[in-house]
Structures are given as structure tokens and as C-alpha cells.
């Protein structure tokens, strides 16, 4: 009985640490103000404005090419449709590069290197992250080349974060529905496993070797 | 009608003859413990991954150009539910292995590694072998930052055999490595040669060496926890009914908790810093291999000297391998082994610990605490033939085979 608790406890113990919460980790904190964190959050009142405000200050450089949405001068380039046409909204990443290598090129000589694509940036960085990182790029990362556009404005940052937010995850619809699969499937297999085992206790009185 | 059909394929195929000799007449103990469920869960772990694995292959590209976006934006967010199967597949992968794992352990617990079962501790080695160089090739196919840095620190590991003092100047660990890589650098060809092995040539290799590792189970018969063989024609309960709705119930606990991860808890199966795309030139802050690479990983790491670490992690292998030879006492199963239990604790403690290691950064303290972990993970190895004497001493005393 004792050896069962201790093992069971010490398996328990070792998986929490390491696929749940490992407290040993060592893992950098960014703080947000909760007024920000909740617009942020808030993908379905803020993600369209989000986007306006990213097309106005970031698209110059960045791109979120999940969404179709690319830096303007490949956006101004009428090229871009004839290509769209071809590959669908999304283009191909090799497409995308070799094509507009020459916008790429124009950008990495300006920052000394390509700004990188923002589609995953949310799920990578988190919003915190994000939030210091984009209203004072030098304190958080001193060196780096991203210039503080939107010092000052937090408002409309932690919007631009709710956009780059829908794009990343899926839609608050999309998760209930996830969340609603998931307590089905669980529910099920429990109320299997519980049946199965209800009804082979029937079967091992009937032969006599329960 | 579908029994008419049944009874013209029954009577060509003898099936139901099968059935009866297999499962119903074969006999198990009736004392099966709840760990001896582990065996038939990595089963459906495997199952689980082929599947999932297929459907994940229609939509992945192996290029290094669309690798990250065809298992990002195809799977996860164009093709519905496809997000659904790729969870399915990272968390039971991850899922495969802790099972597997824990079947080891029970295997060394109730010591089901001892004649006549030494053939099938000797293939399930192979498996677990086999199934680490799986979970490492799939680890490389998103092509995101952990998947592409991971594989460069991978791939550095045999260079270790060049620091050593003769054998060193062959350069035998730089031609694994560039053999490993397929060229100088990771590249288009890594991720062609680790796509193919990852979808057929290692599954089929594991599929094989599963059948033949159940049949050996079969062979030899399932070991006991109270560490005596019985006689089955008396004790035994039939496989079916009694183990099978056992074990089936199990299983379905076991799904229920791993889909409480698929829907709910995927932020440790899908990294947040492997959904960054590979990038050559941009070295992540922390790498380490997979949770259960780590023990492995901390005792090469902790061992100031290159060549030793690389030794010693792959003595730990070894020594697992020659588990059955190292332990030649007559007695069987912890139960029944008081000093055989004191030094399992401690092989417990010790991986674990060298695990959790892994994850910390590498400071002088954690390399002292991962040197001590290791001596006591080698103790364990190198006491059984200790414990195996005074056992023969303790069996000769007692007269043999009486209890």
C-alpha cells in the first residue's frame, strides 16, 4: 500500500514538473497592465481595429502572411494579385520570397535583416512580451533594430496585439466549439471505462472468478 | 445476413478457433497489478501514432521552404480538424514514450527481465531504441527554432568520440554526424532523409519488432508480481474475459486523461518557441533535447570531459540492455526483494532527478548535482550483482526452491 502511494506520488510529481508547470525552469516574466491585457485579449470587440492600426504602423516592414496580408510595397506591387490568383490568398513562402526578393532585400538593407513575419509572433512571444517589446524595443532587447513606433501608445498596441492574437489562435467560436469536443470525448470515455467495468464484474460472477 | 457472412469466412479461417485457443484458453495470472496495463497502452499508443501519423502525412510538405507553413497553416488552421490530429500526434508521441517508460520501470520492478523472459527485455530494448530515433526524426519535421537547434545539438553528440586520445584522430564522430546530417549543415537533405525514416522505415522496423516482442510475451507467458512462477492450468484466469475488459477499462482512463491534453494542455507538447521558424542564424536562448532525452542529455552534460560523458550516457544503455545478466539472483520481483527495492528507489529518484536537471540551465552547482545523480543512477546498475550473491547466499540457506 505504501510502495503504491510513493510510486504514484513520485510519478505524479515527476510528469507535473515536467509536461504542466516546471518550477525549476527558469523563465523571463513581462508585466502588462491589466486594462491593456484585456483589450488584448478581447479578439472579437478589437482584432479589425487591431488590424487598421497594423496596416497603418507596422506593414511597412512586417507582414502576417497567415492573414494575406503582406509589407505594403509587395501590397502596392500588381503582381501580387496575379500570384494570388495562382496560389490562393496565402502564397507559398518560396513563392512569396523569390518574387518579392527585391522588397525583402530593400528592408534588410535599411534594418540589417529581413523583419520577420508576425503570423506566429503571438504564440512564440506571448502578449506581455509583446506589449514591453513594442512601446520600448530597446529596453527589452537592447541592439535591436526595430525602431519604437508606437512608444507611448499602449492602447493601440495591446490592439495591434488582439489582431496578430486572431490571427494566430483560433476564433473565440472555434474554441468554445474545441471545448465543447474535448469534455465530450473526455465524458465519454469515462462513462465507457466505468460501463466496461460494471459490466465485466457481472461477466466474472457469472464464471465464478470474481 | 451478417452472421451468414460471419460463418463463411469462420469456417475458412478458422478465426473463431483462433480466438478461443488465444485468448480464452491462455491462461494469466489472477494477481496482474494495475501497472502490468502499460504494455497493452503503449499498444494503443502506437496505434494512436500510425494513424494520426498517416492523415498528418497528406498535408505536410518535407521542404524546407513549406515544411513550417504546411504544418502551421495547412494542418492547423486550412484543413478542418487537422489541427485536431496533429495535437493527437505531438501529445502522443510524448504520450507513447512516458507509457513506454513507465512499462520499463514496471518491467524492473517486478524483475520480468529474468529467465525465461530475457529475449523479450532484450527486443523491447531495440523498441525503446528504435522509438527514441522515431520521436527524434519527427521532432525535426515542423522545421521551427527548437526543432532545427535541437537537431544541431543532436547532431554534435558524436563529435564527442573525436576528443578522445587514439581513437579521436580516425574522426569516426564527425563522419556519423555529417552522415546523420546528410552534409555539412541541416538542410533540405536532413529534412528529406528524417521525413523518410520518420514515416515508414522506423515505423515498419517497430512494427516487427512489436509483433515479435508479444509473441515472446506469449512464448514465455506474463510474469508474476509475486515473483513465482504458477502453474496456469490451476491459478490461471482466462485471458478473456477477465484481463481484456480489465485492461480495457484502463485504456479508456488512459484516453480520457490524454485527451484532457490534446483539447486542453497542448502548451508543452507544441512548445510556444517551435512555432518560430527555423532560422540558421538565430541561435534560442535555451536548448535541450525532449523530456525524454533529458536524463541522457544531463549525464553527458555533466561530465567535464567530452569523451567520458559521451561513454557514459551510452553505458547507461548498455547496462540496460545487460539488465538480465547483471541480475542473476534466483529471486524474482521487488516484492519479495527488500535490498533489490532500496536500490530501484534510488534508480527512480535518480533518472528523475537527472531528467528535471536537464531542464534547469547548465550552472556549476546543477553539474554537481547531475554527477551525483549519475553515481547513483551507475549504483543501481553496479550493486545488482552484489544484491544477486547475498540473494544465491540467502536462497542456499533457506534450502533452495522451499519459500
Given at each position: 500500500m505504501i510502495k503504491t502511494v510513493f510510486f504514484t506520488g513520485i510519478t505524479l510529481i515527476f510528469f507535473y514538473i515536467i509536461w504542466i508547470h516546471n518550477i525549476f525552469a527558469h523563465r523571463e516574466k513581462y508585466e502588462m497592465p491589466a486594462q491593456y491585457a484585456?483589450?488584448?485579449?478581447?479578439?472579437?470587440?478589437?482584432?479589425?481595429?487591431?488590424?487598421?492600426?497594423?496596416?497603418?504602423?507596422?506593414?511597412?516592414?512586417?507582414?502576417?502572411?497567415?492573414?494575406?496580408?503582406?509589407?505594403?510595397?509587395?501590397?502596392?506591387?500588381?503582381?501580387?494579385?496575379?500570384?494570388?490568383?495562382?496560389?490562393?490568398?496565402?502564397?507559398?513562402?518560396?513563392?512569396?520570397?523569390?518574387?518579392?526578393?527585391?522588397?525583402?532585400?530593400?528592408?534588410?538593407?535599411?534594418?540589417?535583416?529581413?523583419?520577420?513575419?508576425?503570423?506566429?509572433?503571438?504564440?512564440?512571444?506571448?502578449?506581455?512580451?509583446?506589449?514591453n517589446f513594442t512601446l520600448e524595443p530597446q529596453k527589452v532587447l537592447p541592439g535591436t533594430s526595430m525602431p519604437a513606433v508606437m512608444t507611448g501608445r499602449p492602447e493601440e498596441t495591446a490592439k495591434i496585439i488582439a489582431y496578430l492574437k486572431s490571427v494566430a489562435e483560433p476564433s473565440p467560436e472555434e474554441k468554445n466549439k474545441r471545448m465543447l469536443m474535448?469534455?465530450?470525448?473526455?465524458?465519454?470515455?469515462?462513462?465507457?471505462?466505468?460501463?466496461?467495468?460494471?459490466?465485466?464484474?457481472?461477466?466474472?460472477?457469472?464464471?465464478?472468478?470474481? | 445476413m451478417l452472421g451468414r457472412i460471419g460463418r463463411w469466412i469462420d469456417e475458412r479461417a478458422h478465426l473463431s478457433e483462433l480466438w478461443q485457443s488465444q485468448m480464452v484458453d491462455y491462461k494469466v495470472p489472477k494477481n496482474l497489478t494495475f501497472p502490468y496495463a502499460f504494455g497493452i497502452m503503449a499498444l494503443v499508443a502506437f496505434a494512436i501514432q500510425v494513424i494520426s501519423g498517416i492523415f498528418l502525412t497528406m498535408y505536410y510538405q518535407p521542404n524546407v521552404h513549406?515544411?513550417?507553413?504546411?504544418?502551421?497553416?495547412?494542418?492547423m488552421k486550412e484543413v478542418p480538424f487537422m489541427w485536431l490530429v496533429r495535437h493527437v500526434h505531438a501529445a502522443g508521441a510524448n504520450f507513447f514514450l512516458a507509457v513506454v517508460y513507465l512499462h520499463i520501470f514496471t518491467g524492473i520492478y517486478y524483475n520480468a527481465y529474468k529467465k525465461p523472459r530475457e529475449l523479450t527485455w532484450i527486443v523491447g530494448w531495440v523498441i525503446y531504441f528504435v522509438l527514441l530515433t522515431t520521436a527524434l526524426t519527427g521532432y525535426l519535421l515542423p522545421w521551427g527554432q527548437l526543432s532545427y537547434w535541437g537537431m544541431v545539438v543532436t547532431a554534435e553528440i558524436p563529435t564527442s568520440i573525436d576528443s578522445a586520445p587514439i581513437i579521436g584522430k580516425l574522426k569516426i564522430g564527425e563522419t556519423i554526424s555529417i552522415w546523420m546530417k546528410g552534409g555539412y549543415e541541416i538542410g533540405q537533405i536532413t529534412l528529406g532523409r528524417f521525413f523518410g525514416l520518420h514515416i515508414w522505415l522506423l515505423p515498419l522496423i517497430l512494427l516487427l519488432l512489436l509483433s515479435i516482442h508479444l509473441y515472446l510475451v506469449r512464448a514465455a507467458g506474463i510474469s508474476n508480481p509475486e515473483g513465482i512462477e504458477i502453474d496456469k492450468k490451476k491459478e490461471g484466469v482466462p485471458f478473456h474475459p477477465y484481463m481484456t475488459l480489465k485492461e480495457g477499462a484502463y485504456v479508456m482512463g488512459y484516453l480520457a486523461v490524454f485527451f484532457f491534453f490534446v483539447f486542453f494542455h497542448m502548451s508543452h507538447f507544441l512548445p510556444a518557441d517551435n512555432y518560430d521558424p527555423a532560422d540558421p542564424f538565430k541561435t534560442p536562448a535555451?536548448?535541450?533535447?525532449?523530456?525524454?532525452?533529458?536524463?541522457?542529455?544531463?549525464?553527458?552534460?555533466?561530465?567535464?570531459?567530452?569523451?567520458?560523458?559521451?561513454?557514459?550516457?551510452?553505458?547507461?544503455?548498455?547496462?540496460?540492455?545487460?539488465?538480465?545478466?547483471?541480475?542473476?539472483?534466483?529471486?524474482?520481483?521487488?516484492?519479495?526483494?527488500?535490498?533489490?527495492?532500496i536500490m530501484f528507489i534510488v534508480f527512480v529518484i535518480s533518472s528523475m532527478v537527472l531528467t528535471v536537471l536537464g531542464t534547469m540551465p547548465p550552472t556549476p552547482t546543477n553539474a554537481l548535482l547531475g554527477l551525483i545523480f549519475t553515481a547513483t543512477l551507475f549504483a543501481f546498475f553496479l550493486s545488482l550483482p552484489i544484491i544477486s550473491l547475498i540473494e544465491w547466499g540467502w536462497y542456499k540457506a533457506r534450502g533452495g526452491e522451499k519459500k
Open positions: 484585456k483589450i488584448a485579449d478581447d479578439v472579437k470587440s478589437y482584432a479589425k481595429e487591431g488590424k487598421q492600426l497594423f496596416e497603418q504602423n507596422c506593414q511597412a516592414c512586417h507582414s502576417v502572411r497567415y492573414d494575406a496580408v503582406y509589407i505594403s510595397s509587395v501590397q502596392a506591387n500588381p503582381k501580387l494579385q496575379t500570384l494570388q490568383e495562382k496560389y490562393g490568398k496565402v502564397l507559398p513562402r518560396d513563392v512569396y520570397e523569390a518574387v518579392f526578393y527585391e522588397d525583402l532585400m530593400a528592408l534588410k538593407q535599411s534594418f540589417g535583416k529581413v523583419p520577420p513575419d508576425l503570423s506566429t509572433i503571438y504564440l512564440v512571444k506571448g502578449k506581455e512580451y509583446l506589449f474535448g469534455v465530450g470525448t473526455i465524458a465519454y470515455l469515462i462513462v465507457m471505462g466505468v460501463l466496461l467495468w460494471l459490466w465485466r464484474g457481472r461477466i466474472l460472477r457469472k464464471m465464478g472468478l470474481h | 513549406t515544411a513550417f507553413d504546411s504544418a502551421n497553416y495547412t494542418i535555451h536548448i535541450a533535447p525532449e523530456w525524454y532525452l533529458l536524463a541522457y542529455y544531463t549525464i553527458f552534460r555533466s561530465i567535464p570531459d567530452k569523451f567520458l560523458g559521451f561513454v557514459a550516457f551510452n553505458l547507461t544503455l548498455v547496462l540496460l540492455l545487460l539488465l538480465p545478466f547483471l541480475d542473476f539472483s534466483p529471486l524474482k520481483s521487488a516484492r519479495r526483494r527488500p535490498l533489490f527495492l
